[in-house]
């Protein structure tokens, strides 16, 4: 397999054919210095070497990063061998603790001056190479666990999707869609109140004519979510972002948080000065999402929907 010519995304299948050159090598090291020790036993065995009193098998799992499973299978490998033994923990007879036995202690003299040769093979072997692959490793480790290759694959499958996402003013051909979508979720964990139905139902003159917006975000010719800024009719605040609601299909891609965006940005050339918005905690995907916008929490200010229990502000001034 040429890994090259793959690119990075083959990084575990290039990592994984290094190891089994390495292992394979280390078997027959094994081999130079008598060492009756197989490679995939050496995590427990050097672990094991330091510890006389012995561990029990999660605690060996949990130093050297191994499954339950798979330390029991290495453990039985190595007992086979005459290499550990089993023994009760003395201050809790309910753990099992693993042990070198006499054999594996002699091993364990014996091989210290294998030690010495391969770590500075090891060594003299990374001082000729342009990136250390020892730090390379760590600093990769750290940044996969700050984040996983999961979260960041999926980080990046939704940049690659809303980059098809355009988000357009609306126009009286999206009034169904800003009607059934903003229904649909609003029914789902609500009831419609009167205040919904003014909105949804004349969008124009409930919203457009009193100096409000209604964004539309389209992906080809579906529309796949809608968000509105209100023009609020008092000193506090200046917009409500408002009637945000995203299709089912499209969750995931990143399509609220384009139309939030999208909305803050008419919000600024509008030269508004805040936005506030209501919800209710039981949308926590929405709450994370006006978090992440920016929007901070605030009480006391008068809403005419029953299913509010939560009012956010964003300050842009």
């Not at 099992?96 to 060594?123: F, H, P």
């Not at 009831?191 to 409000?212: F, T």
């Not at 506090?236 to 990143?254: F, H, N, R, T």
Request: net charge positive; glycine share 6%.
């Amino acid at each position: 397999m040429d890994f090259d010519e793959i690119g990075e995304m083959a990084l575990g299948s290039r990592l994984r054919a290094l190891s089994d050159k390495v292992t394979e090598n280390a078997e027959q090291i094994y081999g130079v210095y008598d060492i009756e020790l197989k490679p995939k036993w050496f995590p427990v065995f050097y672990f094991l070497s330091n510890h006389d009193k012995g561990k029990s098998i999660t605690s060996i799992a949990d130093e050297i990063g191994h499954s339950h499973p798979s330390v029991i299978k290495i453990v039985r490998e190595m007992s086979k061998k005459g290499l550990v033994l089993e023994q009760k923990d003395k201050s809790d007879g309910r753990i099992n603790n693993i042990l070198l036995t006499q054999k594996g202690k002699g091993i364990s003299a014996k091989i210290q001056e294998q030690y010495i040769d391969v770590g500075s093979a090891m060594k003299n072997t990374l001082k000729l190479t342009t990136h250390n692959i020892w730090l390379a490793i760590q600093e990769f480790e750290y940044l996969l666990k700050e984040r996983s290759l999961l979260t960041r694959v999926i980080e990046e499958k939704k940049i690659r999707e809303s980059s098809t996402i355009e988000v357009l003013n609306y126009s009286p051909e999206h009034h169904t869609a800003f009607q059934e979508l903003n229904e649909e979720w609003i029914t789902k964990y609500f009831k419609l109140e009167d205040a919904d139905r003014k909105a949804l139902d004349n969008p124009k003159s409930y919203i457009l004519d009193r100096g409000g917006k209604i964004l539309v975000g389209v992906q080809g010719k579906t529309i796949l979510g809608v968000c509105a800024l209100l023009k609020m009719q008092n000193d506090k605040y200046d917009y409500e972002l408002a009637k945000m609601a995203v299709s089912p299909k499209a969750q995931g891609k990143g399509i609220g948080y384009l139309l939030g965006k999208s909305i803050i940005e008419t919000a600024k050339k509008l030269n508004a000065s805040n936005i506030y918005l209501e919800s209710n905690t039981i949308l926590k995907p929405a709450i994370s999402l006006y978090e992440k916008l920016g929007f901070k929490k605030i009480v006391g200010h008068y809403t005419p929907y029953e299913r509010c229990n939560i009012q956010m502000e964003l300050k842009l001034k």
